[in-house]
């Protein structure tokens, strides 16, 4: 593996301070696996200087996905350094979204050490001060990182359009996608992972956002399992940082956001931002309108 790689000329730019022209690909080994990510640097400013948002993306997805990639432009035109990573899901080198023709036994929670890991190497590069932030799927394994691997260097928190997976929405949506009873399928995976066969690869309709997929049991009872912390809102009272949860007021997980608010709305530590006229893939305009909602934030709340 070839282990820590950034270009020659991205480590000369980033050691002296200075941010370079156009985004550069940086690798580390994980498990013994390569993991990619894209980084941004704002001009003028470094990681040592200035720290960075990290960014984990949606479901099967990349650090050159929508809104990740049009994000990271907003922000680095407000002066803020990012560092979108690609999580591997057990793919070397992995790039783009996921390819649904390859096995799948990879697990919801395997992201967290992919993010400290990514901590790691910012650390390792100077930054003082990173906040950590996911979309979607993303947004709650940021959350998880931020309850179980919490790095002092770690400032705050951002969740853009946050997983609100209930037993009851993941079976409409598997439904309305794979046109199959997701109940069924997870009492039979569930079964083969009780009996210690979870390696085994299921026929089921389809997983996350692959149709027909070669899944093992125990990833598929992973993802689908009744989990109290796939809503990500629970989890809000056990992260300890500034947490800005933005939405777009087109997201249809919206209303179960703001029902939640009751409960979290009394944690000083938690900032609710609706971004108008945007889904929760934040089109159009809506990445911008994110990228100011993020920098006011990052501005104004501070650990502690």
């Known amino acids: 593996m070839r282990g820590l790689i950034v270009t020659a000329f991205a480590a000369f730019m980033i050691a002296a301070g200075a941010a370079p022209c156009v985004a550069e690909r940086v690798t580390i080994d994980h498990l013994g696996l390569d993991l990619t990510a ?15 948002v990290l960014i984990v993306h949606n479901t099967l997805g990349s650090d050159r996905m929508e809104p990740i990639a049009t994000l990271q432009d907003a922000l680095r035109d407000h002066g803020i350094n990012t560092l979108a990573i690609t999580l591997g899901l057990g793919i070397d080198n992995r790039k783009g979204n996921f390819n649904c023709a390859l096995e799948q036994a990879h697990h919801h929670e395997d992201a967290i050490d992919e993010i400290a890991d990514w901590v790691k190497w910012l650390k390792d590069k100077g ?3 990173i906040t950590v932030a996911g979309h979607g799927r993303g947004a709650n394994q940021v959350a998880l990182y931020a309850i179980n691997r919490l790095d002092k260097s770690v400032k705050r928190v951002v969740l853009m359009a946050p997983l609100m997976q ?3 929405s993941a079976e409409a949506e598997y439904r ?10 997870l009492g039979k995976a569930e079964e083969l992972v009780a009996s210690q066969n979870g390696n085994q690869f299921v026929n089921v309709p389809g997983f996350l956002t692959c149709s027909n997929p070669a899944v093992t049991a125990g990833a598929f009872a992973n993802y689908y399992g009744s989990n109290p912390k796939f809503k990500t809102t629970n989890l809000l009272p056990s992260i300890k940082l500034p947490v800005l ?3 777009g ?8 956001i703001k029902a939640a608010e009751g409960e979290f ?4 530590t938690v900032t609710l931002a609706v971004v108008p006229g945007t889904d929760q893939n934040f089109h159009d305009l809506g990445a911008e309108e994110l990228a100011k909602k993020v920098k006011e934030f990052l501005v104004h709340r501070v650990q502690g």
Do not use: C, H, M, Y
């Open 38 to 52: 894209n980084l941004e640097l704002a001009p003028g400013k470094s990681l040592k200087g200035d720290g960075a």
């Open 127 to 129: 930054a003082s001060s």
């Open 166 to 168: 209930t037993e009851e």
């Open 176 to 185: 309305a996608i794979f046109k199959g009873s997701l109940r069924q399928e």
């Open 245 to 247: 949860i933005a939405v």
């Open 249 to 256: 007021d087109g997201d249809p997980a919206l209303p179960e």
């Open 265 to 268: 709305s009394q944690l000083k």
